[in-house]
């Protein structure tokens, strides 16, 4: 695995950015994943609208997404990488919400590149590796 995809490319391909679209089209299917926690943002997202349409076709798009992608496991090495992202940004007085620790630790642990929108953000985890395919 080369990629892992944080929560604001899902949403991106679910609302059909051709530009997230085509930079996942490039890449071969074994060097893209997608951390748990991300998909449970975006079920999060989708549990709390109101029965419609809309929510149908959100709900949809997400499993066809979990049906396309594969997972970033959680194992002993997320939680170390969780712990220690948590800790560092804690001291410097930098934290960051719990999914997104969550999802970069996917990343580190793998040795993997985070796929994300808000890369201001997430540059501040040491040693991730970000980049930004809706640029």
């Given at each position: 695995?080369?990629?892992?995809?944080d929560?604001?490319?899902?949403?991106?391909?679910?609302?059909?950015?051709?530009?997230?679209?085509?930079?996942?089209?490039a890449?071969?299917?074994?060097?893209?994943a997608?951390?748990?926690?991300?998909?449970?943002?975006?079920?999060?997202?989708?549990?709390?609208?109101?029965?419609?349409?809309?929510?149908?076709?959100?709900?949809?798009?997400?499993?066809l997404?979990?049906?396309?992608?594969?997972?970033?496991a959680?194992?002993?090495?997320?939680?170390?990488?969780?712990?220690?992202?948590?800790?560092?940004?804690e001291?410097?007085?930098?934290?960051?919400?719990?999914?997104?620790?969550?999802?970069?630790?996917?990343?580190?642990?793998?040795?993997?590149?985070?796929?994300?929108?808000?890369?201001?953000?997430?540059?501040?985890?040491?040693?991730?590796?970000?980049?930004d395919?809706?640029?």
């Amino acid at each position: 695995m080369r990629y892992v995809l944080d929560t604001n490319v899902l949403s991106a391909l679910m609302k059909g950015d051709r530009r997230a679209a085509l930079r996942l089209k490039a890449v071969s299917k074994d060097e893209v994943a997608v951390p748990q926690p991300a998909l449970a943002e975006i079920a999060y997202g989708i549990a709390r609208l109101p029965r419609s349409r809309r929510k149908d076709a959100l709900q949809e798009r997400l499993d066809l997404l979990r049906s396309e992608l594969p997972r970033v496991a959680w194992g002993d090495e997320v939680s170390a990488s969780f712990g220690s992202i948590k800790a560092h940004l804690e001291k410097k007085g930098e934290r960051i919400e719990d999914f997104d620790a969550a999802i970069a630790a996917h990343a580190l642990a793998s040795g993997a590149v985070l796929v994300t929108a808000n890369v201001n953000h997430m540059v501040r985890v040491p040693g991730l590796v970000v980049e930004d395919w809706s640029a």
